[in-house]
């Protein structure tokens, strides 16, 4: 993994995460997240997108109990055809294992097996993200978990 990937010592995010500001209403913003990524329209997905990482930087609280869910949905849409929309989903993912940290022990495996999957691509901008991703998850998260996850998404 690159070294602009990785969190320094003191606890700083990765420069290649976007900042976001933190809302004014988080339990809306969660729902209005969950309904802009069910959204066909790829404007309002990266809309969501950014809500779901905002929402994990500042409000971690409101995300916690819908972990789950909010995990899957933005697992769906890196697997999105649209690559603004994919690489937006990948870099959730990023912020989602730093922000969060082992709070996402219970979603390595699915996240992995997705990442793992766009890693093949040819595009260099999927694929940075990817790199990004990956290095935010062996970063913040359980070791065995990481381990057993990327185990389990690469043989798939």
Avoid at 40 to 52: A, D, F, Q
């Amino acid at each position: 993994m690159a070294a602009h990937s990785k969190e320094d010592k003191a606890g700083q995010v990765p420069p290649s995460l976007t900042s976001e500001d933190p809302l004014n209403r988080p339990e809306e913003a969660l729902g209005q997240a969950l309904c802009f990524l069910q959204d066909e329209e790829w404007e309002r997905k990266t809309e969501g997108l950014r809500l779901v990482r905002a929402l994990a930087k500042h409000h971690a609280d409101v995300v916690l109990p819908e972990l789950h869910y909010i995990t899957t949905a933005v697992i769906a849409e890196v697997k999105n055809l649209r690559s603004i929309v994919s690489r937006g989903a990948i870099t959730t993912m990023a912020h989602l294992f730093t922000h969060l940290r082992r709070e996402m022990d219970s979603e390595v495996e699915g996240a992995a097996r997705s990442l793992l999957h766009k890693a093949g691509e040819t595009s260099l901008f999927i694929r940075q993200g990817v790199e990004l991703a990956l290095g935010t998850l062996v970063h913040h998260c359980s070791p065995g978990r990481v381990l057993q996850g990327l185990l389990a998404g690469g043989l798939r």
